[in-house]
Antibody
């Protein structure tokens, strides 16, 4: 089973950028998409986007288009999410989550996130 | 854009009884391959979310069989049989990256 370790909490000023890392250890899979989901204080879950196993393809929710970049270093099994032009509304816990082999990969379904990181708190103030 | 609407937004259940959470999508999650691209997640207080059900009705590894997912068209349900104290948390449905608002489950 894969485990995800995320970078530590960060505090940023409005207008700045933040980059959060997510390192996978254990059994990594060729089918392993990495998703990023955020949760503002006291609020629900919001999907930010995802990156494919090779790092060549990304998909972002329209709300973050132009402001977010997801990358992946396959040599170190580390994924990154950079969010630019931060606003106070971006204050949230940012989770990375991975898809596994047994939750839809066989039919090309890569949205089921069966391993989650502990979350990284980003505060914009 | 897909809109996911959950109901109720909160419910209080006596241990041992059942709970049902409804999720309605603005677009059918049914794909041409016959699968419903809809998942359910549980988030316990202070924890990261956890996948419960994927592709509409498949339990994820290690999920007790008290949890079941069903539905068709645009209406889907998560049922929790024999609710236990450890089931307290918020439950979310998700369709291809769009989450519902969440349903908070409390124990009476």
């Amino acid at each position: 089973q894969v485990q995800l370790v995320q970078s530590g909490a960060q505090m940023k000023k409005p207008g700045a950028s933040v980059k959060v890392s997510c390192k996978a250890s254990g059994h990594t899979s060729i089918n392993q998409y990495i998703h990023w989901v955020r949760q503002a204080p006291g609020q629900g879950l919001e999907w930010v986007g995802a990156i494919d196993p090779s790092g060549a393809m990304t998909v972002y929710t329209q709300k973050f288009q132009g402001r977010v970049t997801m990358t992946r270093d396959t040599s170190t099994s580390t994924s990154y999410m950079e969010l630019r032009s931060l606003m106070s509304d971006d204050t949230a816990v940012y989770y990375c989550a991975a898809t596994g082999d047994n939750v839809g990969a066989a039919i090309g379904y890569y949205y089921a996130m069966d391993v989650w990181g502990p979350g990284t708190t980003v505060t914009v103030s | 854009d897909i809109v996911m609407t959950q109901s109720p937004l909160s419910l209080s259940v006596t241990p041992g009884e059942s709970a049902s959470i409804s999720c309605r999508s603005s677009q059918s999650p049914l794909q041409s391959n016959g699968y419903n691209y809809l998942d359910w997640y549980q988030q316990k207080p202070g924890q990261s979310p956890k996948l419960l059900i994927y592709l509409g009705s498949n339990r994820a590894s290690g999920v007790p069989d008290r949890f079941s997912g069903s539905g068709s068209g645009t209406d889907f349900t998560l049922k929790i049989s024999r609710v236990e104290a450890e089931d307290v948390g918020v439950y979310y449905c998700m369709q291809e990256g769009t989450f519902g608002q969440g349903t908070k489950l409390e124990i009476k």
